[in-house]
């Protein structure tokens, strides 16, 4: 059974840093891009980030370009992403989703989420 | 940037209804479009992917067809466990973009 499990999310003030990160089970992790997707309270599903199997290519949103890294270690079968320079409108819950190239490109596993706000 | 337009925003219906959610983007994105269900508490599940194809496990009584950029999810006839938001994504470009959902409730 596929399972991704987020953690590291919580509460941090704006100009402040978090690492979000997730572990990934029941498949062969080095095998898929990963992804980063965010939901702000009340609001829709955005795409943060994508990264590569190998790690050699990452894509961001433009609104986290140069404050947020995606990262992965395929030993660990984990994929991280540091935010830093965090504002509130970074303020969202954030899930770690398996990327499936070939078939529509689509996420077809997401995790539970981890909530993160960026408050004072 | 693809822009996505889904309609409507919100839709109430029936057991059993037929209910059909549309979702228009600004340019073609070729078979990168997928639909996915959201429900508080619980992880979004892929339920279409690359325009038309059910994702494992999903019930055949939902369905996507479309082409070029005009979609559509249908619900043949709508089940208790289906009241939940959908949203249809693009993978076509760099940044995939989200529709801004459809939120299905219970009439």
């Known amino acids: 059974e596929v399972q991704l499990v987020e953690s590291g999310g919580g509460l941090v003030q704006p100009g402040g840093s978090l690492r979000l990160s997730c572990v990934a089970s029941?498949?062969?992790?080095?095998?898929?891009?990963m992804t980063w997707v965010r939901q702000a309270p009340g609001k829709g599903l955005e795409w943060v980030a994508n990264i590569k199997e190998d790690g050699s290519e990452k894509y961001y949103v433009d609104s986290v370009k140069g404050r947020f890294t995606i990262s992965r270690d395929n030993a660990k079968k984990s994929l991280y992403l540091q935010m830093s320079s965090l504002r509130a409108e970074d303020t969202a819950v954030y899930y770690c989703v398996r990327l499936r190239s070939g078939y529509g490109d689509s996420l077809d596993y997401w995790g539970q989420g981890t909530l993160v706000t960026v408050s004072s | 940037d693809i822009q996505m337009t889904q309609s409507p925003s919100s839709l109430s219906a029936s057991i059993g209804d037929r209910v059909t959610i549309t979702c228009r983007t600004s340019q073609g994105v070729r078979s990168f479009l997928n639909w996915y269900q959201l429900k508080p508490g619980k992880a979004p599940k892929l339920l279409i992917y690359a325009v038309s194809t059910l994702q494992s496990g999903v019930p055949s009584r939902f369905s996507g067809s479309g082409s070029g950029t005009d979609f559509t999810l249908t619900i043949s006839s709508l089940q208790p466990e289906d009241f939940a938001t959908y949203y249809c994504q693009q993978s076509s470009n760099i940044p995939y973009t989200f529709g801004q959902g459809t939120n299905l409730e219970t009439k």
């Open positions: 029941g498949f062969t992790f080095n095998n898929y891009w």
